[in-house]
Structures are given as C-alpha cells and as structure tokens.
C-alpha cells in the first residue's frame, strides 16, 4: 500500500509563489509517475504536471513556464513550484502516484487528500 500526503497550499496574493509538497510511502512498491492534479468545485479534475522516475517533467500548458515540478528521489518526494499565480489557479490541488506493487506484480495508483491552493486578487 502506497500512502501520499500533500502540504504548501495556502492563501497567496496574485502574482505571488507556493510551493506543494508529495511526500509518499510505502513498501515493496515502485513508483513510477507522479502527477499533481487540481480540481474546482464542479469542474473536473485536471492534470497539471508530471514526473517520471527518470525526472521527465510534463505540464499542462496552463502551467508551462510558470510551475516547476521536481522530485528528490531521496526523500520520497516530489515538489510542485508555482511562480506568478492566477486566481484561476485558485483550486485543491492532488498528488497521484502511479506505479508497480511488487506483492501483487500489479500495478497500482494512490491519491492524497489534497491541498487548497487559494490565490485572492
């Protein structure tokens, strides 16, 4: 079982940076793609980067140039930084980790509970 947990959001000025942290858990698991997610109420959830275990990032273009996802292998944990925010950014936010469960030789997939990220005027 894979456990992942959220932390960084918060209330920031337009324009200002937050920086989300993953931080994931778990034994006899490979982790293979962390993803940040975030969702408004009624809106569904929406991927907004990525990184491979190779530390391939991907973004959506909503993010592009302005977040920068990371991971520190280490640490068992993935960081999502985000410069000039928009109230659009305004949302909770969720990390998804993906990978292979060596008990079962299955694959599996987690989600934390989330962050709220909310970005006033």
């Known amino acids: 079982q894979v456990t992942v947990a959220e932390s960084g959001g918060g209330l920031v000025q337009a324009g200002g940076s937050l920086r989300l942290s993953c931080i994931t858990s778990g034994t006899r698991v490979s982790i293979v793609t962390i993803g940040w997610y975030r969702q408004t109420p009624g809106a569904q959830r929406e991927l907004v980067a990525s990184i491979s275990n190779s530390g391939s990032p991907q973004y959506a273009d909503s993010a592009a140039g302005r977040f920068t996802i990371s991971r520190d292998n280490a640490k068992n944990t993935v960081f999502l930084q985000m410069n000039n925010l928009k109230r659009e950014d305004t949302a909770a936010y969720y990390c998804?980790?993906?990978?292979?469960?060596?008990?079962?030789?299955?694959?599996?997939?987690?989600w934390g509970q989330g962050t709220q990220v909310t970005v006033s005027p």
């Open positions: 998804n980790a993906k990978g292979v469960d060596h008990r079962w030789s299955r694959p599996f997939e987690s």
